[in-house]
């Protein structure tokens, strides 16, 4: 073994036992696999080849970095880097930005994009799950998160140490550098705001390779830039986190609408209260066939070992939808009994006069963690269903709330029930939980809802994926008449991203010329071109 192998494995033990940090060791051949595989000219090839890395560089192991969990798009990277440090990110950037060519950048993490995002073609893909690293500051009550580790990973990691995150995603194996850039939103979004508000600080890779340090108070331009920024202006590598004390229990709730108009009105009596401490810590809803099915009718809304009075449902020949909200309230069962908590919940439903289907009310009492890891369980399933890694046209929409009775007359309405194939998702957002300095967009009112069709595509099952992609453009159609935004956008010109973003276009544009002036990180998303000029709005000519 030569002697820079030797130093980069007692190198590798240090960062593990001291510091707590994973890292990368490359190949035993090389730190950089032969070039002869690589698709980009010679000397661009040879440019990447020759950065100076504590981790890898692969021109041959590519194919898993031109997939995603959407599986809409392939598009296949030149190389990827698998970082050992943070230096190894900044150099590969900075290698580029230096350079005359045209190669594009894209930071991935366990690759849950759903219109291929974080690919690249013929660029470079920064494989982000091999940079990890968990740092929990209990008397600060932070943690500190390098961006390719999981929330799930990070959410146990602070237990150990009796503190939780404030607010999550409904999936835990996504990286905090991938939600980051987006929002990151789930049940408790309502009280705590999306994750993006739940932020003390960053360290980023600008698309110049510099690496800045950034929070409300310094740097704040780019600290707002980042945070829900969908990758433009820099490379999350770092983020310290909002913590609570970590509740041990949950209350799950889950009751049964005939209406629309009254499962609104519960929902939105819910996060007014968000304030209150005798109120719900997550708050959702989903749409479900009026139908007996076990997968997306109401008897899909029971806990096991619970029924549907199927007698108290509407006839199917009045309406062929039904409503559930999904509701959670947190407890320490060290300090609170269960039993005494099951009152409590009593009573708040009692006092909100639920508008629901009489009785059909359903309770159960699990772990903290079991409750935050329950679409992982549908996960596990489906994985041994063989029907988990099928292609998924998601759309998630961002509805005003006074838009959300014609959104429901129309699209609701004409929805076809038996072409349900995933959950339909809809729940409210209080807006003064979003930082308005943040890159993320929202519409324009005091409360929106979030509208997500997460629909898969199972062969002999179902609508098939033509079927589901026309039926979500004409929802977006439609939906942009209301003044919706769309939740993880993809648009495909760049009209419609200036119609996205609004008032915020002249800023993003602005962030986008600052930090990342050639237009190098996360192309895929189709804002900005490399190697075209980057449209400066007339203001800042």
């Known amino acids: 073994m030569d002697r820079k192998r030797v130093l980069q494995l007692l190198e590798c033990l240090t960062a593990v036992l001291l510091l707590g940090f994973s890292c990368v060791i490359a190949p035993a051949f090389s730190t950089v696999d032969l070039a002869s595989s690589c698709s980009l000219s010679q000397p661009e090839c040879s440019k990447l080849s020759s950065v100076p890395l504590d981790g890898y560089l692969t021109f041959f192991e590519t194919k898993q970095a031109a997939q995603d969990f959407g599986r809409l798009r392939s598009l296949t990277p030149a190389a990827v880097l698998h970082p050992g440090s943070t230096r190894d990110i900044m150099s590969i950037v900075r290698a580029v930005f230096l350079s005359s060519s045209n190669i594009s950048i894209a930071a991935r993490g366990p690759g849950h994009s759903v219109n291929g ?16 690293g968990i740092n929990v500051n209990v008397t600060g009550m932070y943690v500190e998160a390098t961006a390719g580790e999981l ?12 503190l939780s995150p404030r607010s999550f995603t409904d999936y835990l194996h996504l990286s905090v550098g991938g939600t980051l850039s987006n929002a990151g939103v ?3 979004s309502f009280r705590w705001g999306p994750q993006i508000s739940n932020v003390l600080q960053l360290e980023v890779v600008t698309g110049m390779g510099e690496l800045i340090t950034c929070s409300r108070e310094v740097r704040p331009d780019l600290f707002f830039a980042v945070l829900g920024g969908l990758g433009q202006f820099g490379i999350i590598t770092k983020a310290r986190i909002y913590l609570q004390p970590v509740p041990t229990n949950v209350h799950w709730v889950r009751a049964i609408y005939s209406d629309f108009a009254s499962f609104q009105r519960d929902q939105l009596r819910f996060i007014s209260e968000a304030k209150k401490s005798n109120v719900f810590d997550y708050v959702e809803g989903f749409v479900v066939a009026n139908s007996p099915s076990y997968e997306f009718g109401y008897n899909s809304v029971p806990f096991d070992g619970q029924t549907v009075n199927a007698t108290l449902m509407p006839d199917r020949e009045t309406t062929s939808l039904l409503y559930y909200i999904e509701l959670a309230k947190n407890y ?4 609170q009994p269960a039993s005494s908590l099951r009152e409590k919940v009593e009573e708040i439903l009692a006092e909100a006069k639920l508008e629901c289907v009489p009785t059909q009310v359903f309770v159960q009492h699990t772990s903290y963690l079991e409750f935050l890891e329950r679409v992982h369980a549908t ?19 961002l509805v005003p709330a006074s838009k959300m009775v014609d959104f429901e007359r129309t699209v609701f309405r004409n929805l076809d029930a038996s072409t349900i194939n995933g959950p339909v998702i809809v729940y409210p957002f209080n807006r003064n939980m979003w930082d308005s300095r943040m890159s993320a967009v929202t519409p324009d009112e005091d409360v ?6 997460l629909q898969s595509v199972v062969p002999s099952m179902g609508p098939n994926l033509k079927t589901l992609l026309d039926r979500n453009s004409g929802v977006w159609k439609y939906c942009e008449m209301l003044g919706c935004k769309q939740y993880l956008p993809k648009y495909s010109t760049l009209s419609d991203w200036q119609t996205h973003f609004g008032a915020k276009w002249k800023d993003f544009v602005f962030n986008k010329l600052k930090f990342d002036p050639k237009a190098i990180l996360s192309p895929s998303q189709g804002i900005f071109a490399r190697g075209e000029d980057i449209p400066v709005p007339l203001s800042y000519r």
């Not at 995002?117 to 990890?132: D, I, L, T, Y």
């Not at 489906?382 to 759309?395: K, N, T």
């Not at 929106?448 to 069709?453: E, I």
Request: hydrophobic share 45%.
């Open 151 to 162: 929330w799930i990973d990070v959410l146990q990691a602070c237990m150990k140490e009796g």
């Open 117 to 132: 995002q974080s690919q690249v073609e013929k660029g470079v893909v920064v494989e982000m799950s091999s940079f990890r």
């Open 332 to 335: 320490n069962n060290n300090k």
């Open 186 to 188: 789930s049940g408790q």
């Open 379 to 397: 996960e596990l399933m489906l994985r041994s269903l063989g029907l988990w890694e099928v292609p998924h046209p998601w759309i998630n929409l």
């Open 448 to 453: 929106f809802y979030l509208v997500a069709f």
